[in-house]
Nanobody, 127 residues
């Protein structure tokens, strides 16, 4: 059983930065994919970035590619999402999700392929 706990959300002004954390437990060694999703009010949940738990595979949504960076610290069992140059359109609830048994790049942004979800952390960017 994988458990995920997000933290690090908050309110910032346009151009600011935040670092989100996703603490995981119960993940198998190798093969697990962890993805950050976000959901803005009135919009569908969308994939932001996926990584494998070993930290050598990444894929970013085009909307964040040049501004966000994902990293994995296996010593701390934590996946980080560094978000820079934040925009109002980044305002959303951010979730981390995990799945195993599938190559991380396959349908990485299909939320129904993920078995485990955190509770989410709110990010608000004001103009």
């Amino acid at each position: 059983q994988v458990q995920l706990v997000e933290s690090g959300g908050g309110s910032v002004q346009t151009g600011g930065s935040l670092r989100l954390s996703c603490a995981y437990s119960g993940a198998t060694i190798g093969g697990d994919c962890i993805t950050w999703f976000r959901q803005a009010p009135g919009k569908e949940r969308e994939g932001v970035v996926v990584t494998n738990i070993d930290g050598y595979y990444f894929y970013y949504a085009d909307s964040v590619k040049a501004r966000f960076r994902i990293s994995v610290d296996n010593a701390k069992n934590t996946v980080y999402l560094q978000m820079n140059t934040l925009k109002p359109e980044d305002t959303a609830m951010y979730y981390c999700a995990a799945r195993s048994g599938t190559f991380c790049g396959t349908r990485w942004n299909w939320e129904h392929t993920y078995q485990y979800w955190g509770q989410g952390t709110q990010v608000t960017v004001s103009s």
